[in-house]
């Protein structure tokens, strides 16, 4: 079972929105978006993770020039330009927690940098080996098709899970 953690309600929708959209300009089924209750299942924790923070400066090798005294790096930052070809970029990482579980469709990972990240993590850090409920939600892609002007479901395919909580 795979659990990929959704950071914002809003990259959640636009998600569905731009799969929504996708699949009516290259469909001409009927699709819908459908999510289940809240679903329960008994994991146990294989460990906890943490990441501490960090943070860089290192002179880089500018990309694009903006003009002036900044440009950009390969991997996107942006500095100060120290002579022609290099800047001055200063990046922080910010810490991250999570935590593994073992269930019986496999292994998964829960991570992340938000509260409710840090917050899962703290409450298991002291339940490695032990049995939790987890909670999470699967979302499904049902497509039609019409049979005899009759709306029949000819598809019911996973799209993705969301992992909720864990419960001790």
Same mark, same amino acid.
């Given at each position: 079972m795979v659990f990929k953690i959704i950071n914002k309600n809003k990259m959640k929708r636009s998600k569905f929105l731009v799969l929504g959209l996708i699949l009516s300009l290259t469909s001409c089924a009927d699709t819908e978006i459908e999510t289940t209750p809240i679903l329960r299942e008994k994991a146990v924790v294989v460990t906890t993770l943490y990441t501490p923070s960090e943070h860089r400066t290192e002179i880089r090798r500018t990309m694009v020039d903006h003009g002036g005294f900044t440009g950009t790096?390969?991997? !996107?930052?942006?500095?100060?330009?120290?002579?022609?070809?290099? &800047?001055? =970029? =200063?990046?922080?990482?910010? $810490?991250?927690? !999570?935590?593994?579980? &073992?269930? $019986?469709?496999?292994?998964?990972t829960v991570e992340g940098k938000e509260t409710k990240h840090r917050v899962l993590h703290d409450k298991l850090i002291a339940s490695i080996g032990d049995t939790v409920t987890i909670l999470y939600q699967e979302h499904y892609i049902r497509t039609y098709e019409k049979v005899n002007g009759i709306r029949k479901l000819v598809k019911r395919e996973l799209y993705d899970m969301d992992f909720l909580d864990a419960q001790k």
């Open positions: 790096d390969y991997n !996107g930052n942006t500095g100060v330009k120290v002579g022609r070809n290099h &800047q001055l =970029t =200063t990046t922080t990482i910010p $810490e991250r927690f !999570g935590v593994a579980f &073992q269930c $019986e469709h496999g292994t998964f």
